[in-house]
């Protein structure tokens, strides 16, 4: 017989992995905790047991699709300056978006969820939970960096905004037509916006103009 930890094991995991399914099948859906338990087999009491509210839920569901989608982190990878390897990680994010057809399609599903007409409530709440969680991301690589000595102490915050926004836009290029190799441009694109936050006016944690980390597969 199952102990007690190994079924609160068993339901939390069936809680997650419900809800990921859901945000899966439905990006802009509102995972409502009546909704979620359902799903997983559980009493809406037994949720909450587990994630007292709603956000707690979705920001658990939304870091572990991130972590699933992001094996290996680059960033570890003492053998490589640091901003190839912080180049590295941000290019793994943008693989996420995929290119060509793909991407078209990311965009299009982006637009139609939440600029074509005004997002629902779930909708919005599942979008600030995805975008938190990805701004988190990289303010844990700046901080790893942070403590390395490669980039000065300073607001990490307003930091992983800056590199969120350059990954927003790249993002949306991809999906448009280019006049010459996307991947290539955009890796340039990406070691600008690094250098721009690591440079602390001394060469620490730089890399050198002509440093060409691997474009993300597509």
Not at 86 to 99: E, I, N
Not at 173 to 183: F, H, M, S, V
């Given at each position: 017989m199952a102990t007690s930890e190994n079924d609160g094991h068993s339901t939390r995991d069936k809680i997650l992995v419900a809800a990921a399914t859901m945000v899966g099948e439905d990006p802009t859906a509102r995972l409502s905790v009546r909704a979620v338990a359902a799903r997983a087999g559980v009493s809406t009491g037994s949720l909450r047991h587990f994630f007292p509210t709603q956000q707690d839920l979705l920001d658990t569901v939304v870091a572990g699709i991130y972590d699933v989608a992001l094996l290996g982190d680059p960033l570890h990878d003492r053998e490589r300056p640091a901003?190839?390897?912080?180049?590295?990680?941000?290019?793994?994010?943008?693989?996420?978006?995929?290119?060509?057809?793909?991407?078209?399609?990311?965009?299009?599903?982006?637009y139609q969820a939440y600029v074509a007409s005004r997002p629902s409530d779930g909708a919005a709440t599942t979008y600030?939970?995805?975008?938190?969680?990805?701004?988190?991301?990289?303010?844990?690589?700046?901080?790893?960096?942070?403590?390395?000595?490669?980039?000065?102490?300073?607001?990490?915050?307003?930091?992983?905004?800056?590199?969120?926004?350059?990954?927003?836009?790249?993002?949306?290029?991809?999906?448009?037509?280019?006049?010459?190799?996307?991947?290539?441009?955009?890796?340039?694109?990406?070691?600008l916006a690094v250098l721009s936050v690591l440079h602390d006016g001394d060469g620490r944690g730089t890399a050198t103009p002509s440093a060409d980390p691997s474009p993300a597969p597509g």
């Open positions: 901003a190839e390897r912080l180049v590295a990680c941000l290019q793994q994010v943008l693989t996420l978006v995929g290119t060509g057809d793909k991407a078209r399609e990311t965009w299009r599903s982006t600030l939970a995805l975008e938190r969680s990805a701004r988190r991301r990289i303010e844990q690589w700046l901080a790893v960096l942070t403590d390395e000595g490669a980039i000065p102490a300073g607001d990490d915050v307003q930091r992983a905004r800056f590199l969120s926004t350059v990954l927003n836009g790249l993002t949306v290029e991809r999906a448009l037509p280019a006049d010459g190799p996307r991947l290539a441009a955009e890796a340039d694109t990406l070691r």
